[in-house]
């Protein structure tokens, strides 16, 4: 019998989770303090709760590049 070509699948993101890689618009920043907004009740190590620390991060990330005072180190 031949082999058949087998893949093994990606692990599968959460129905909620907008992939929080990387901001790019003003757009995306505005859905993700919107998606912060929606998430910030979730308790502490529910898959809510990594999306916002996620989302945290970018958004972070975004300010510190958007910012004046912070865009010059």
Known sequence: MPF???TT?????PANDRGAQRITSID???AATQRVR???DYP???PQ???LAALVQVITQ???AHDDA???K
Request: aromatic share 12%; glycine share 4%.
């Open 62 to 64: 975004w300010d510190e």
């Open 38 to 40: 929606e998430l910030a």
């Open 49 to 51: 709760a990594a999306e």
């Open 28 to 30: 995306e920043y505005e």
């Open 4 to 6: 058949e070509h087998v």
């Open 44 to 46: 502490e190590g529910s």
């Open 9 to 13: 699948p990606k692990p599968a993101k």
């Open 70 to 72: 912070t865009a010059w």
